[in-house]
């Protein structure tokens, strides 16, 4: 052995000894140093420990994380560890923690899995916890809110399904939008198809929203259909999924409508297409992050048509997302603390805004609307349209088994577009698979 | 081994469990108990939330049935059997021709290596969209000759090729491993060789290429199982999907929708434990194989 | 090669040669650097995108920047509820302690497997190789809740203790390959001298081991660095994310705003792994070649 490779070796050594150093001060958690445990202790000291879940982007883990800190000024004995994440990380981590018994005291709900989460008993009853006020929602509300019966999960926002029109774009070529309270699929369609006749070249008249969930159960809704049945089964029939997709493959056969090659898949990035498209289907809410992509545009917020002129206005709904109270949550009634503060308290709306749509407390909107900008009146007035709609039918969560049916849509919608199968073969499989798999997950 | 020297085969025992300690450790403590749970779970019914049900070989019997299933098969050959080759070949060519002494080595080094350094960033998918998408850089450059196309990412003709090149795009790392092989070979040998007159050609093909072939064979058994659970690029570009129509629905991919987006996490399980069995009927034929072209310098 | 030519003089040939030569270097370059404009390009443009303002990036794709600015940094890095630098705090911890975890408990093992005679070295040497190939999402499930029934869950422990623990078989086997090249006639006259395999392995296999530990040193870096999934399931709170979870919340895949965030955290979250890369690769060149074995 010569000189310089055990001097090398030495200094390895000095490194390794340093790494262990830094690991050992660094291994507590940077998370329980200030709050002594991470499960929720709570117990003995008064003070409860409870973990808060949610998902979107950095301008809404600002807001909670901002909203966080206003709880902690009014209950100083909760401390709240905030559980963010990106949408599908988001459902990846909370899978993982149900089957580890280990999920936030309070979570959000992907709309896919209520029922799913519910049938297995995951939340926690909402009714004798006290902590929770909900003197300000008319008894209608709450009745809506239940899932058999029982208030175990708490709507704390709600949206609609939304047509949005580029003003900017129409007013350009001089188009109108018809009146939407009355107008019909087809009339949408020829709407849209006399737009594209005088657009400029690149300009679409609408992008490809075949898969928008919200969309299609408003199509299916209109058609005296439903997404799910009240006993959990799919709700609608090949034929009237098969003309849904008719009904867009037309736009893009008469060049009305992007190609999924041109808006770089099924699944619409508004940073690609907002520039490109007069029009777009999606949910309402998605207006308050998407408007300030493009500034210069102004837009504007349409109700879905109706299948047939004279038809009443019950195919309306409003989509209410939802938080919930873990079933082994360690400190229920902190846990309830903080959801009566997300949904009733007084500074919520002016930290979160519309970013979730309109608040399904009352009172929460009104002050919301109050301090919303431009954008963020029209995102409350989309929900209010179709709140105000007398008669409408109940809606009913996707059962357990349906959690991949959008997936199912999006490869469909694909398959479709691309001509690799037929509309009605396309149609008939899709129906034919999810409901498959939720009878699979009732055995 | 025909003669032993040095320390006896109890003292090598006993030195071997020493050195193995940690590895043990992790074994029962961390590796075993999951892998274990993960066989138990193919033979049930698990949806992550309640107890797992006991359905005996249903798991099993579901795949033959499962059309997905099968498209995911034959995606993940079709990816194995173009990727490997091609990636490693290029590692391989581009580590002989920087390891020859060329000025500035460290630098193009570095650049070649970068691509790998960005991993499976959620940033990959924007890039790659602006080299291979509708309005990408291959595009415009084929309009340029005159040439229309659209999105190669959103044709199921095209999108699997896509990420066959986003996988050698990343060939860094088996180059950074053959680099450090060829610097692992005794310089002695070649001065030795130097001696007896031997060429430049000769010294690569009789020391060289025979001296490397353990780190081929490394670089060959681990890229075949990396690429049978390749996983994340296609996740990233295909928004966790695998689309369009399943034309990138990797093998773990498909398991992932399974297990946690279906909450079949009893299925996942099972195409796991079958993909294991199939990589390592694999990898074991390549071990047989490697008898006859692999060269230890310890034997 | 060049052995053909006896038919000019000498020195013509020498001249010959060395014009021969040189020119080869310079087509050399000129290949490895053309080649190396087209890899690097897709980063190139994600280079001057972070410089573009985030509207604009997908708007107007494109090499140029019409509007400079560093907002995306200096914005970008306050995006979420705490500083960038909290995020790569935790990623370097992560990281080094990982490096050192896999770099010492895996050339251990790989010294076992690669040189020592013992019982069930085959079958042992068989497991770990099917530990490689199990898909992690099946193993995810139970190992979260092994760390959760432990109280381990918003701690380091489980990303970095495992690797103490060699849980990262790759690199054994990465080790056991590199030490097979090694001759086996240097720790037999170790041992002749009356070494014991301790001492074989402190003095004459560690240091004969450089590159290997250089790379595994160098891919557990970047693999750890950039691994997403165990942090985003063992770190969940805000102040214990590390860098990709934190840049994975930055993104809102319903809307794709915060693109230029997004980029210009990326690109700051290369620069560690690639000063690392830079520095550690002169280790790679550092093997028995230039130890100087005599």
């Known amino acids: 052995m010569n000189g310089p490779s055990r001097r090398d070796f030495l200094r390895t050594n000095a490194l390794a000894a340093l790494g262990l150093t830094a690991l050992g001060l660094g291994a507590c958690s940077p998370v329980s140093r200030d709050s002594g445990s991470s499960n929720g202790g709570g117990g003995g000291g008064g003070g409860a420990n409870i973990r808060y879940g949610w998902w979107g982007g950095s301008d809404r883990q600002q807001a909670y994380n901002k909203a966080l800190a206003e709880f902690r000024k009014k209950f100083p004995d909760i401390k709240v560890d905030p559980e963010f994440a990106d949408f599908d990380a988001f459902q990846d981590r909370i899978a993982t923690q149900m089957a580890g018994r280990n999920a936030p005291d309070v979570f959000w709900i992907a709309a896919t899995s209520v029922v799913s989460f519910y049938a297995n008993g995951m939340y926690h009853d909402l009714d004798g916890l006290k902590e929770l006020d909900l003197s300000d929602f008319p008894k209608q509300d709450i009745e809506e809110f239940k899932i058999d019966g029982k208030l175990n999960t708490m709507p704390f926002a709600s949206f609609t399904p939304a047509l949005r029109s580029n003003a900017t774009f129409l007013e350009e070529q001089g188009a109108k939008v018809p009146d939407d309270e009355n107008w019909t699929w087809s009339d949408l369609s020829e709407f849209l198809k006399d737009c594209q006749k005088d657009a400029p070249k690149g300009r679409r008249a609408i992008a490809y929203n075949a898969n928008a969930d919200l969309g299609f159960e408003s199509w299916l809704r209109s058609h005296g259909q439903e997404l799910w049945t009240q006993d959990g089964n799919v709700g609608w029939d090949a034929e009237a999924c098969g003309e849904w997709f008719a009904w867009w493959e037309d736009l893009r056969e008469s060049g009305a409508a992007l190609t999924l090659a041109e808006q770089e898949g099924v699944s619409m990035d508004w940073g690609i297409v907002g520039n490109r498209v007069m029009m777009s289907l999606g949910n309402s809410n998605h207006l308050t992050p998407d408007a300030p992509v493009f500034p210069k545009y102004e837009f504007q917020l349409h109700l879905t048509p109706k299948a047939s002129a004279g038809a009443d206005g019950s195919h309306r709904y409003v989509y209410t997302p939802r938080m919930a109270i873990y079933k082994q949550s360690a400190n229920p009634e902190a846990a309830a603390s903080l959801v009566n503060f997300l949904v009733n308290d007084e500074v919520m709306p002016g930290l979160i805004g519309t970013t979730m749509g309109a608040p399904t407390n009352p009172q929460q909107r009104k002050r919301t609307y109050e301090q919303a900008d431009a954008n963020g009146k029209k995102v409350i007035d989309a929900v209010d349209r179709e709140r105000d709609t007398k008669g409408r039918k109940p809606r009913y969560e996707a059962p357990a088994g349906a959690s991949t049916w959008r997936t199912d849509m999006d490869r469909t919608v694909e398959a479709v577009s691309l001509k690799k199968t037929s509309i009605a073969d396309a149609a008939a499989r899709m129906t034919k698979d999810i409901q498959a798999a939720i009878d699979a997950a009732r055995k | 081994m025909t003669r032993r020297t040095g320390p006896s085969f109890g003292r090598q025992g006993r030195a071997a469990h020493v050195f193995l300690t940690p590895w043990l450790l992790g074994m029962f403590l961390i590796t075993l108990a999951p892998l274990l749970a993960s066989l138990y779970l193919s033979f049930t019914d698990y949806n992550l939330m309640s107890d797992p049900r006991w359905i005996g070989l249903d798991n099993f019997v579901r795949m033959g049935a499962d059309p997905r299933f099968w498209n995911a098969v034959s995606v993940t050959f079709r990816y194995v059997l173009i990727s490997v080759p091609i990636q490693l070949a290029f590692a391989l060519l581009l580590a002989l021709v920087l390891d020859k002494g060329v000025r500035g080595l460290a630098l193009y080094r570095s650049a070649y290596y970068l691509p790998s350094l960005l991993g499976s960033s959620v940033a990959v998918a924007i890039l790659w969209r602006t080299v291979f998408g509708d309005r990408g850089i291959v595009n415009a450059a084929l309009g340029f000759f005159g040439i229309e196309a659209t999105s190669w990412l959103q044709n199921p003709a095209t999108a699997l090729s896509t990420l066959i090149i986003l996988n050698v795009w990343t060939f860094g790392s088996p180059m950074i491993i053959f680099l450090a092989g060829l610097r692992q070979i005794p310089q002695a040998y070649y001065e030795a060789a130097q001696v007896d007159g031997a060429g430049t050609w000769r010294r690569f093909r009789h020391i060289t290429v025979p001296l490397l072939t353990p780190i081929v064979f490394f670089n060959l058994v681990l890229q075949i199982i990396g690429s049978f659970q390749a996983f994340s690029q296609a996740h990233i570009i295909s928004g966790g999907r695998g689309g369009p129509v399943d034309s990138t629905l990797f093998y773990t991919l498909y398991l992932y929708q399974q297990g946690f987006r279906s909450f079949n996490m009893g299925y996942a399980s099972a195409l796991a434990w079958v993909l294991l069995l199939a990589i390592a009927v694999i990898t074991a034929i390549n071990f047989l194989v490697a008898k006859y072209w692999v060269y230890y310098g310890d034997e | ?294």
């Open chain 3, 1 to 294: 090669m060049a052995t053909n030519e006896t038919t000019v003089s000498v020195a013509g040939v020498r001249v010959r040669r060395r014009r021969q030569i040189a020119g080869r270097q310079v087509l050399r370059h000129v290949l490895l650097l053309a080649f190396a404009l087209v890899l690097l390009y897709p980063l190139i443009w994600m280079v001057t995108s972070s410089l573009k303002p985030s509207t604009q990036i997908l708007a107007d794709p494109g090499l140029i920047i019409r509007d400079f600015t560093l907002d995306n940094f200096r914005i970008g890095w306050n995006a979420l509820p705490r500083p960038f630098s909290v995020f790569f705090v935790n990623s370097f911890i992560v990281t080094i302690g990982s490096i050192v975890g896999n770099v010492v408990s895996c050339a251990l093992a790989a010294y076992a497997f690669a040189r020592l005679n013992f019982r069930g070295r085959k079958v042992y040497f068989g497991i770990m190789l099917v530990t490689i190939m199990l898909p992690f999402h099946v193993l995810i499930v139970p190992q979260y809740i092994i760390f959760s029934q432990l109280g381990l869950v918003n701690t380091f422990y489980p990303l970095v203790a495992p690797k103490f623990l060699a849980t990262d078989a790759f690199f054994i086997f990465l080790m056991v390959q590199f030490l097979r090249t090694i001759p086996r006639e240097l720790d037999r006259a170790a041992w002749v001298d009356g070494a014991g395999p301790f001492a074989t392995f402190w003095y004459i296999i560690l240091p004969l081991m450089t590159p290997a530990l250089a790379t595994c040193a160098i891919f557990t870096f970047i693999w750890t660095w950039n691994d997403f999934f165990s942090p985003l399931i063992y770190l969940t709170a805000t102040p214990a994310f590390t860098v990709p979870v934190a840049l994975n919340s930055l993104l809102d895949s319903e809307t794709q705003s915060g693109i230029g965030y997004l980029f210009a955290m990326s690109l700051l979250s290369l620069v560690p792994i690639f000063i690392f890369f830079v520095v550690a690769q002169k280790y790679l060149i550092r093997g028995i070649s230039t130890t100087g074995l005599k």
